[in-house]
């Protein structure tokens, strides 16, 4: 282990699916001193970060910034709009879904858990755990719940444990079809700014995101976008709640303020961060993004390893999942590549721990940073022994080359 201030020379390579590289412009903006946050520039501040928050979550409704990291945007989000032994249905894409549905069932929720059976022939691999949300699937169990018993369907846009992004309008067009009234929940923790997000266009009630994702912000705070009926449903919610409760702050958020302190610093990252998202524009941002993906699935092709993801049409354009061959522990093979090159990568998260590492391409990267990771992984694979059809290397570097950026990186002199 060689302590952070004592790295030898060169960078580390934070290749994980967040906490993702934080551009230099923000770690300055944050630098800047703390202010008060009851002062007159502080409600400029608040104002603006909320403003810019709801460009990216693509809505007109509140957004509530809470101090947490996710999992407390995910608590917010259930216990503002649910009360105890209310059923929820939830659907199991990985890791992520999983821990959602565990949270719902602590806070006394009956959840039921959606889940397409069965094993991948190939990779030996949940199948659930390869491919989306089933619309379908909610669309019949929703039919079937002719009482309305089911109060909210929750689901995981970009599934961080396999890469995987399920398709939010199908599942809202799914609620509808079945004529019922449940809310829909998404979480977008990893998806938010780095792959297309319509909060109003998708009918979404309560969107959950984090900060240190595609937000390429440092971990530290969390989002719940609302919509009316969301906030409707919190004036007869009974779940208790106190510091997650929106009403406080959705009141105070309208002057610039919170009811209590917020994380002054990390809220200038933020605005820093709002203004190159908006400056770039978000679907040139969501176009690098699909770009970064490709160019790393065209090396994990060429080593002839299989990705995650099973279903290209829900590829993640925020990481991409690598099943390494049975009997190689992707876990030692991830931590050879960090002691031997700096180089850390995403490791298997509950059902498929140790059976594949995941290769983040969000936040500040660009195709020399992806091609230095695919370099580390490849001389990880050869150290290791694990065999390989050919170099992915030599493939991303042909394939980044062929497929130029739309935007180009600097205007031509
Ligand atoms: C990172 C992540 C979380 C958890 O967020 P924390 O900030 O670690 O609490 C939840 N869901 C998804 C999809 C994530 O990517």
Redesign the pocket.
């Known amino acids: 282990m060689i302590p952070l201030d004592q790295h030898p020379s060169g960078r580390h390579f934070l290749q994980i699916?967040?906490p993702s590289p934080v551009p230099d412009r923000i770690l300055r903006a944050m630098s800047l001193p703390t202010i008060d946050h009851r002062g007159p520039e502080f409600a400029h501040l608040g104002k603006k970060v909320i403003a810019g928050l709801q460009q990216v979550f693509q809505t007109r409704h509140p957004v509530a910034i809470y101090p947490?990291?996710?999992?407390?945007?995910?608590e917010a989000a259930l216990v503002n709009v649910l009360s105890a032994g209310d059923s929820v249905l939830m659907f199991e894409t990985g890791h992520?879904?999983t821990?959602?549905q565990k949270m719902a069932l602590r806070l006394g929720l009956k959840p039921e858990f959606l889940s397409v059976p069965g094993t991948c022939a190939s990779t030996g691999l949940p199948l659930a755990w390869r491919r989306g949300v089933d619309a379908g699937l909610i669309e019949q169990r929703l039919r079937a719940d002719a009482g309305h018993s089911i109060k909210a369907v929750c689901v995981?846009?970009?599934?961080?444990?396999t890469g995987v992004t399920s398709d939010i309008a199908a599942v809202r067009r799914a609620i509808d079809a079945a004529r019922h009234p449940a809310l829909l929940l998404v979480?977008?923790?990893?998806?938010l700014a780095s792959a297309e997000y319509r909060h109003d266009d998708w009918g979404v009630d309560v969107t959950?995101s984090?900060?240190?994702?595609g937000l390429m912000l440092p971990?530290g705070i969390?989002f719940n976008a609302l919509s009316p009926k969301a906030l409707e449903a919190s004036k007869t919610a009974t779940l208790p709640r106190a510091f997650w409760a929106w009403d406080e702050i959705v009141e105070m958020n309208k002057t610039g303020y919170w009811p209590y302190t917020p994380n002054t610093n990390l809220l200038y990252g933020l605005s820093e961060a709002l203004d190159m998202l908006l400056e770039q524009g978000l679907p040139a941002v969501f176009a690098r993004h699909q770009r970064w993906a490709e160019g790393v699935r065209t090396a994990v092709k060429s080593w002839g390893l299989p990705i995650q993801c099973a279903d290209p049409a829900v590829y993640s354009p925020v990481l991409t999942g690598v099943v390494t061959p049975v009997g190689v522990d992707a876990d030692q093979l991830r931590r050879l590549i960090h002691d031997r090159f700096d180089l850390s990568l995403g490791t298997g998260l509950g059902r498929v721990k140790g059976r594949m590492f995941r290769i983040g391409h969000l936040g500040d990267c660009n195709d020399l940073t992806l091609m230095a990771a695919l370099s580390g992984v490849e001389m990880g694979f050869k150290l290791s022994g694990v065999p390989i059809a050919g170099s992915g290397v030599m493939a991303a570097m042909d394939w980044f080359a062929a497929h130029p950026a739309q935007q180009p990186l600097q205007a031509a002199a």
Do not use: M, R
């Not at 947490?68 to 995910?74: E, H, P, R, Y």
């Not at 979480?187 to 998806?191: E, K, L, P, Q």
């Open positions: 699916p967040g947490a990291s996710g999992t407390g945007a995910w992520f879904a821990l959602w995981v846009h970009n599934e961080t444990s979480d977008t923790i990893s998806g959950v984090g900060s240190q994702k971990p969390s």
